[in-house]
Nanobody
Framework: QVQLVESGGGLVQPGGSLRLSCAAS????????MGWYRQAPGKERELVAA???????NYADFVKGRFTISRDNAKNTVYLQMNRLKPEDTAVYYC????????????WGQGTQVIVSS
């Protein structure tokens, strides 16, 4: 099992910035992908950004140039730096851990709320 604890959400004005963190603990394997997904009210959960243990990143088109994902493998922590936030970025942001070899070894955090509003 892997436990994921997110932090850093909150209320921010349009154009502002937030940094999300997700710390993983438990049975963690060296080859994995960690990522951030989000779910807005009435919408399906969607990928925001992901990063492999080797540092390869993948971003949704709607955040390219605004969000940056990074990780500290020594701390088993992934970060999401969100800049130039828009009201449409309002959602619950979820951290995800997935093993490189076993897609079923897949875990989610409880989510952190991000609200972008003036």
């Amino acid at each position: 099992q892997v436990q994921l604890v997110e932090s850093g959400g909150g209320l921010v004005q349009p154009g502002g910035s937030l940094r999300l963190s997700c710390a993983a603990s438990g049975r963690i394997f060296s080859l994995n992908t960690m990522g951030w997904y989000r779910q807005a009210p009435g919408k399906e959960r969607e990928l925001v950004a992901a990063i492999t243990s080797g540092g390869i990143t993948n971003y949704a088109d709607f955040v390219k140039g605004r969000f940056t994902i990074s990780r500290d493998n020594a701390k088993n922590t992934v970060y999401l730096q969100m800049n130039r936030l828009k009201p449409e970025d309002t959602a619950v942001y979820y951290c995800n851990y997935r093993d490189h070899f076993d897609a079923d070894y897949d875990f989610w955090g409880q989510g952190t709320q991000v609200i972008v509003s003036s």
